[in-house]
């Protein structure tokens, strides 16, 4: 199973950046897919998530309104589109998949079971 992100680079506040996220080894379908980062010193944290089955997203608030996730399951793909960036945003982006998740746990890291090598995002003010 082979998670491979990409898209992360260094921005202005206010800019935009689109990550992606392909899968292989996986029945992409099955799989409820998901964003964390984590910043320098910070615990991972939960940025969005997608059901596999039905299709509902769930954002972080701290992120709603300015990222859309979205997937393609003809390319076993998984895609965060960024807008309006933060200095805050800045962290490593890290995709996730999980086969058997629970709706109270699908905003934990630990619930999912494959991850991607991450790509960086900074943005400066």
């Known amino acids: 199973v082979q998670l491979q992100a990409s898209g992360g680079g260094l921005v202005r506040a206010g800019d935009s950046l689109k990550l992606s996220c392909q899968a292989s080894g996986i029945t992409f379908r099955r799989y409820h897919m998901a964003w964390f980062r984590q910043a320098p010193g910070k615990e991972r944290e939960f940025v969005v998530a997608v059901r596999g089955s039905s299709g509902n997203t769930y954002y972080a608030d701290s992120v709603k309104g300015r990222f859309t996730f979205s997937r393609d399951n003809a390319k076993n793909t998984v895609y965060l589109q960024m807008d309006s960036l933060k200095p805050e945003d800045t962290a490593v982006y890290y995709c996730?998949?999980?086969?058997?998740?629970?709706?109270?746990?699908?905003?934990?890291?630990?619930?999912?079971?494959?991850w991607g090598q991450g790509t960086l995002v900074t943005v400066s003010s």
């Open positions: 996730a998949a999980g086969e058997r998740i629970i709706m109270s746990t699908i905003r934990t890291p630990g619930a999912y079971d494959y």
